[in-house]
């Protein structure tokens, strides 16, 4: 008995995007803007619109971008965290983000992570989580965020992972908005 | 910019343990069973002694298994649980079992699943969990287990998620005891 080999391959454009680019973003609002404009183009391809990036917390250098790949890969667990996360450990070759690089890691999402990729955090050897839209933004068009603790924010920096919310809330929630008006598919 | 392609393949010896083999489970403890042999087998290979699997609830016919490769992969998220979900979904070529096949999936682990395992089982489509050792032995040799809701059971059975707890507990407790005797690699 053979069973498949599992891949997750960020598309082309995801490529395209950095490429002759700076990958250098110092501020909240830059690395906002960028998973932002992740979500966006990916919404805009037929994926969901959701959008993620690991940074280096001392260079600013972007380590791994992600998209949500939960349809072109037929898979539920490629969130555009997860995907940030397993392109970043597979870039440094560690399972542990602290133990590689400057061991300071940052992930920055598009939208307020789920119950799956809150609890993939601290695995990963993230340092800080920094959030756009908040959860009721994407439960407010029909997507399940799943179980989180109700002091989840607390239980990050209980283990020393930093949090912070609402960077470019409102450009954030609008990409969310404009998937449901365009009638997308809901997971 | 071309960033890395990640994948997850099934030790070669997994698939040797299938070849030729009845793949029909009919019981809890059958189920288990299998479970807890893949996770014996992954810790004697230096790997995490952590086993799951997938079965067709309908007939006990196996579907997907999986083992933990944190450390084979350098990745955080490859968890047996995450493991087997994604083979599954592979197989079956969708992001939710319930809309393929029978569509009664049920995920058998040797461990309680952590916080990140815990969330993902509702995007996957599952409609039964069973567990072999509850979250604290797990803990007692030195795994964390992560911050899952304290009502993380009434969470995945509101979710019409049946849960079935401590199958073949002595047995399923005793690989991991096994493997702190055995002073083997904590992640």
């Keep these: 008995m053979k069973f498949p080999i599992v891949t997750f391959e960020l598309p082309a454009w995801v490529n395209g995007i950095f490429s002759g680019r700076n990958t250098y973003f110092l501020t909240p609002e830059q690395k906002m803007s960028l998973v932002i404009h992740l979500a966006q183009q990916n919404s805009q391809r037929g994926g969901g619109p959701f959008g993620a990036a690991i940074f280096d917390m001392d260079t600013g250098q972007l380590l791994a971008p992600g998209v949500n790949l939960v349809v072109p890969t037929a898979c539920s667990v490629a969130h555009a965290e997860?995907?940030?996360?397993?392109?970043?450990q597979k870039i440094l070759g560690t399972y542990d983000l602290t133990s590689a690089g400057s061991g300071r890691y940052e992930l920055v999402t598009?939208?307020?992570?789920?119950a799956q990729c809150f609890g993939a955090i601290p695995w990963a050897g993230l340092s800080r989580l920094t959030c756009g839209a908040p959860a009721s933004a994407a439960e407010d068009i029909g997507f399940d965020e799943g179980p989180k603790p109700h002091n989840w924010v607390e239980e990050l920096e209980n283990r020393k992972i930093e949090v912070v919310q609402d960077v470019l809330l409102d450009e954030a929630r609008a990409i969310l908005n404009d998937y449901k008006a365009n009638s997308r598919t809901m997971y």
């Design 110 to 114: 598009s939208s307020e992570p789920c």
């Design 82 to 88: 997860m995907i940030a996360i397993m392109v970043a």
